[in-house]
């Protein structure tokens, strides 16, 4: 049992050395090896986007993306709850209550692979349509002939519209443990897997109710074709929400939210998930990301109107909401 | 009207709108989205000042180009909203340019924000007896003009918003129709109201736009009584009292001592109207409060009377106007006491004066030595 604890202390020793030397070096050094190997190709293919810290094509970025969320899928509910001290819970909540879904709406989420929250989204319908039988039947607890005639009458009408949620990743080995999710809780009514990429929906055009994106949007390569999908797949009047890491304000918190972020959370990932390398990535990605205001505009451009953000946590996360109309 | 169009064509090239929009399948919906295009244009200037988000020419083209895939989805909605949209184009500002009148429809993106929520509400209306005031009923309005039921996320006041837009509709309408009495008694083809029969059927007007809504009235008086709606709520009911004063005749915009004019269309004030009775021109304190008084006095009327009018259950509420009329009757009388009080007191203080000086005369106090 000593043996291997010192071989895994030595392990996390020698890459967090490493973690050091990166995040001093930044982009720089990782890049110059890249393209010293493949001059050729970097030269053909002149578009890079980030991947991290570090500088990839972009054709590269999409592979890179999946092969980090295929080695974490299994170990992703359980790093969420580690890394965020279970406040993921509370931050996807909150989304639920800011959207405050009407019975019949139907979500997409994409990049939802576990599921949360269109599990989240379903309960709270169903919530929703108990409260308003319960309140219609309190209300007809003396109801007179014509209250009486009128339910007869109308019995064969189909009854309150179901609400569907459509959970759309672009990886499979993430869709499979949120359906396995799916089917330890029992919930299969309403919900549909479908496996797609965000700058290329597989849907029709004005399907959905709610477009909903958590912590995905980030991984996207193209982040403004993805806004245009979802600008596109929404009915008029549609809304599109997007849940996301996003820049501390208070630089008091800024400095712990860092430390913390580079510190230990690479730390837990190599601990909890053995993959240090992947949620170095998802640090890092988080730094790439445009702040409030820019990701505003950038939604803004896209289309979307009334956009604006909640910050949650200091802005840590930030939920960005806009309109079809 | 080609060279209207020609004309709207040349504009359109001059202002450079960018990339090509995708052919639309046939001429009149070409006609009607580029003179669309060219009002969503001068809109979108006016409109500038009004929305806070800059029109970037990317989003323009796209909207133009989305527009003209989706002409035959929103015509229906947009005839539905057509009607709906009337009081609600009247309460906002618009360009007043032809190209309004011409085009039987409106495009939805084309307006501002807030006349869009405006025309949601407004539908919303029509389901507030099955569903109560509560976002359930801006959903259903939502959907009859064509938007997802998600839009409703637009309204952060939730049922709040649906109840105060109802009222400003009300108060609006209730403008209009004094206004056209108004002119009507200007035009001498109709006869000046007494005040206090004016105020009675100013007040019963506006209370008869609650009748469609009454059973879930008491709903929304307690969601208008919500600490957050409270600010609101209190100046939609001073415009009101304001509004119908200013018609009833006063014109009184401050409190000092000064002589107001008078309107000349209200010859018949009866009470609360301090210049009648006063020929020398003499303001004691208590007319200096006139404005407040008179708002305050309309302001209890108003509210008890809405109060009465929620329970009762003769017909026509016939008993809530007749509770109208003993309380303005009420304040009539309570003025012209509060006159006659004034004008004892001061004849008892002349009479007490004028016996003081006699008895200073009779006991020879008074004679100069």
């Known amino acids: ?115 949360d929250i269109a599990f989240r989204f379903l309960e709270y319908v169903c919530s929703q349509q108990e409260r308003q039988k319960r309140r219609a039947t309190r209300s007809m607890q003396t109801p007179s002939w014509q209250d009486i005639s009128n339910n007869y009458s109308t019995e064969d009408e189909d009854g309150p519209r179901e ?137 803004e451009d896209a289309g979307f109107y009334c956009v604006q953000y909640y910050n949650f946590t200091g802005g840590v996360v930030a939920l960005h909401s806009g309109f079809k109309l | 009207m080609a060279a209207l169009l020609r004309g709207l064509r040349a504009g359109r090239a001059i202002r450079g709108l960018g990339s090509v929009v995708a052919a639309p399948t046939a001429t009149t919906p070409q006609c ?74 409106q495009g939805e993106e084309y307006e501002t924000e807030e006349q869009l929520q405006a025309r949601i509400l407004t539908a919303a ?13 801006i959903a259903a309005g939502a959907e009859t003009l064509g938007l997802s039921s998600a839009s409703t996320g637009m309204f952060y006041n939730g049922a709040g918003d ?18 056209e009495q108004h002119k009507q008694v200007q035009l001498g083809q109709a006869e000046p109201k007494k005040t206090a029969d004016f105020l009675r059927d100013a007040v019963e007007t506006r209370l008869r736009m609650y009748i469609p809504y009454i059973e879930t009235w008491p709903q929304a008086m307690s969601i208008l009584l919500l600490p957050h709606n409270i600010p609101d709520s209190l100046k939609h009911l001073s415009t009101l009292v304001d509004d119908i004063w200013y018609y009833a005749g006063d014109r009184s915009t401050d409190v000092s001592g000064s002589y107001h004019p008078r309107s000349p269309s209200s010859t018949a004030h009866t009470f609360l109207s301090p210049s009648h009775h006063h020929p020398h021109d003499i303001r004691p304190a208590t007319i200096q409060m006139n404005w407040y008084t008179k708002r305050a006095a309309l302001t209890g009327i108003y509210n008890t009377t809405e109060l009465v009018m929620v329970q009762d259950s003769s017909p026509d509420f016939q008993d809530t106007w007749n509770f109208l009329d003993n309380r303005i009757q009420d304040v009539v009388n309570m ?34 030595r």
């Open chain 2, 162 to 179: 649906l109840v105060l837009h109802f009222i400003a509709q009300c108060n609006s309408q209730l403008t209009e129709i004094l206004a």
């Open chain 1, 163 to 299: 609400s569907r949620a459509v959970v759309c990743d672009i990886n499979k080995e993430m869709l499979k443990v949120g359906k396995q999710k799916a089917d330890s809780m029992g919930i299969g009514a309403g919900l549909s897997w479908v496996v797609g990429d965000a700058e290329e929906l597989p849907f029709d055009d004005d399907q959905f109710d709610i477009y909903t994106i958590a912590f995905g949007i980030r991984n996207v390569t193209h982040i403004d074709q993805a806004l245009q999908e979802a600008l596109r797949v929404l009915k008029p009047g549609g809304r599109f929400m997007c849940l996301e890491f996003s820049k501390v304000t208070n630089p008091v918190l800024a400095r712990l939210y860092d430390a913390y972020s580079f510190q230990m959370i690479p730390v837990l990932g190599e601990v909890i998930a053995g993959d240090w390398k992947s949620y170095q990535y998802l640090v890092e990605s988080i730094r790439k990301f445009p702040d409030q205001e820019e990701f505003k505009h950038m939604i």
């Open chain 1, 1 to 115: 049992m000593a043996a291997p604890m010192r071989l895994l202390v030595r392990r996390v020793i020698r890459l967090s050395h490493r973690n050091i030397h990166v995040s001093a070096a930044g982009a720089s050094g990782r890049s110059g090896c890249c393209w010293g190997t493949s001059p050729c190709r970097c030269f053909s293919d002149d578009r890079n986007t980030h991947f991290g810290f570090e500088t990839v094509p972009e054709a590269e970025k999409a592979k890179r993306v999946y092969k980090v969320f295929e080695n974490v899928a299994q170990k992703y509910d359980v790093m969420n709850d580690a890394m965020s001290l279970g406040i993921h819970r509370l931050w996807k909540d909150t989304l639920l209550h800011v959207m405050h879904p009407q019975p019949g709406a139907r979500l997409l989420d994409v990049g939802g692979g576990t599921g």
């Open chain 2, 125 to 137: 209306l029509e389901f507030v007896p099955q569903h109560g005031w509560s976002m359930e009923a």
């Open chain 2, 32 to 105: 009607r989205s580029l003179r669309r295009s060219f009002h969503c244009a001068a809109l979108r200037l006016q409109d500038e000042s009004k929305s806070d988000k800059p029109p970037s020419s990317s989003s323009t083209t796209y909207h133009e180009h989305y527009q003209a895939h989706t002409t035959e989805q929103y015509t229906t909605a947009a005839s539905q909203g057509d009607s709906a949209s009337d009081p609600a184009a009247e309460e906002a500002s618009r360009p007043n340019t032809s190209y309004q009148d011409q085009s039987g429809e």
């Open chain 2, 335 to 368: 003025a012209s006491t509060a006159k006659q009080v004034q004008s004892t007191g001061e004849a008892v203080v002349q009479g007490l004066m004028g016996a003081a000086v006699t008895l200073k005369n009779l006991t020879g106090v008074n004679q100069r």
